[in-house]
């Protein structure tokens, strides 16, 4: 049995219900799906969320509504981050946060569900928001380098579980890193820019070498360039295909190895957009 895992960075859940999010949903349905930056107040989350839960009704991916597993976060800082998570596997468990990160500019990055598919295969699933950084403000890369620590340290402990035979883990996000030359699409100059100087590339080489994660997308591509998940508004870089490659699956061998397809779904035009990232959906024949 194959199940389809999505990320995909909303860049406000309110602004990509307007601009047409729901008809996705309704054509996808995607077993997981991660969110990140929804940036809105709880209320809202839980009304859009409950309308996507009609959707997946509608599909046949649950029996009614409520049967749609959904859990997320909020950002303490209003109108900032906020992640989000639906299945319409079984949750066996949910955790919110990483340990130690208590400030507010923290909250609503990282929520994890464990999920069992019918044939009994438990993966934990996290969905990610990692700061994007500027690279002229210390603050703000301070604060995205002391968030990608605690975040080593949560992947060290995921890949022992899945080490000692226990739960399988996927990282599902927006990770605000453009790794190798081939995920971005202006390298030489770019590599005094947040999310693509070498500090943070570090980083995701220490994932997939010391933490054995791997980096799905690229495993099944191949050294192609991108596939791009998130282009600027700014200009024509959408039209022109200038992009960066952000958005990823960073999973435990044994669910890597399952990966039999993935699918970037960039819109066909700029105006058929509902957020300026494309979600990203991996197939896995779990």
Same mark, same amino acid.
């Given at each position: ?25 309704? /054509?996808?349905?995607?077993? #997981? @799906? ?33 049967? +749609? ?73 301070? =604060? ?5 620590? !605690? ?10 579980? /899945? ?6 883990? #996927? +990282? ?26 070498? !500090? ?30 998130? @282009?600027? =508004? ?14 990823? =699956? ?5 669910? !890597? ?9 960039? /819109? ?9 990232? !494309? ?8």
């Amino acid at each position: 049995m194959t199940i389809t895992i999505t990320t995909s960075n909303l860049n406000g859940i309110r602004a990509a219900k307007r601009k047409g999010i729901d008809a996705w949903g309704r /054509a996808n349905a995607p077993d #997981v @799906w991660c969110m990140q930056e929804v940036r809105a107040p709880q209320q809202d989350v839980d009304a859009i969320f409950d309308g996507f839960a009609e959707e997946y009704a509608a599909a046949g991916k649950v029996k009614g509504p409520g049967d +749609l597993g959904r859990m997320n976060e909020v950002c303490r800082v209003r109108g900032r981050a906020g992640v989000g998570l639906l299945t319409d596997l079984e949750v066996l468990g949910r955790r919110f946060g990483l340990p130690g990160l208590d400030e507010d500019v923290d909250s609503g990055r990282w929520i994890e569900a464990d999920v069992r598919t019918p044939q009994g295969y438990v993966i934990t699933v996290a969905c990610v928001y990692v700061h994007a950084g500027q690279a002229e403000d210390e603050t703000k890369m301070a =604060q995205k380098y002391r968030f990608l620590d !605690a975040m080593g340290e949560r992947l060290a402990a995921l890949r022992d579980e /899945a080490a000692r035979g226990g739960r399988q883990a #996927v +990282l599902c996000g927006d990770f605000n890193i453009a790794h190798t030359p081939l995920d971005i699409r202006n390298a030489k100059a770019n590599v005094r820019h947040a999310g693509f100087l070498p !500090a943070e590339r570090a980083y995701v080489d220490r994932w997939t070498d010391e933490y054995e994660f791997v980096d799905v997308v690229r495993y099944l591509a191949g050294d192609i360039d991108g596939p791009y998940t998130w @282009w600027s =508004q700014r200009g024509r870089a959408f039209d022109n295909n200038v992009g960066w490659r952000i958005d990823y =699956q960073f999973a435990t061998p044994e669910l !890597a190895e399952t990966a039999c397809g993935f699918v970037v779904d960039k /819109a066909p035009t700029y105006e058929a957009r509902w957020s300026d990232h !494309a979600p990203l959906t991996v197939r896995y024949d779990v």
